[in-house]
C-alpha cells in the first residue's frame, strides 16, 4: 500500500488542524492506519490509531481528549482532527498501515509508511 500524507501548516495555539492520509494499492491487505510524529531531537512516536471499519480506536495519553481519528472508506483516506492544539504538538506527522486486526502503539509493526506532513504549532 502506499500512504501520501498531506494537510499539514502553521497554526496558533487552541486552534485546530485536521491531516489526511490518503492509500492506494493494495489497501485490502492492510486493516490497521495509525498517525505517528516526531519532534526535532526526539523519537517517533504513536498518536492514534484505528481500523479500515472504524470499529477500533487507540490514541495516545498525550492526545486523547484533544484528537480524533477516522476514515473514509470510500475514499481510502484516514483523517486526524486536532484540537486544542499545543507547541509541543509540533512535529512531522506520518501515516503508517498496518495488517494487525487491531492499531497498537508499537511502531515496528507498521510496515507502510508515508512521507509526512510538519504540524507546526506556535504561541
Known amino acids: 500500500v502506499q500512504l501520501q500524507a498531506s494537510g499539514g501548516g502553521l497554526v496558533q495555539a487552541g486552534n485546530s488542524l485536521r491531516v489526511s492520509c490518503a492509500a492506494s494499492?493494495?489497501?485490502?491487505?492492510?486493516?490497521?492506519v495509525a498517525w505517528f510524529r516526531q519532534a526535532p531531537r526526539k523519537e517517533r512516536e504513536f498518536v492514534a490509531g484505528?481500523?479500515?471499519?472504524?470499529?477500533?480506536?487507540l490514541y495516545a495519553d498525550s492526545v486523547r481528549g484533544r484528537f480524533n481519528i477516522a476514515t473514509d472508506n470510500a475514499n481510502y483516506t484516514v483523517y486526524l482532527q486536532m484540537n486544542s492544539l499545543k507547541p509541543d504538538d509540533t512535529a512531522v506527522y506520518y501515516c503508517?498501515?498496518?495488517?494487525?486486526?487491531?492499531?497498537?502503539?508499537?511502531?515496528?509493526?507498521?510496515?507502510?509508511w508515508g512521507q509526512g506532513t510538519l504540524v507546526t504549532v506556535s504561541n
Open positions: 494499492g493494495r489497501t485490502f491487505r492492510h486493516h490497521t
Open positions: 484505528i481500523t479500515w471499519s472504524g470499529g477500533t480506536t
Open positions: 503508517a498501515a498496518s495488517t494487525l486486526s487491531r492499531p497498537t502503539m508499537n511502531r515496528a509493526l507498521y510496515r507502510s
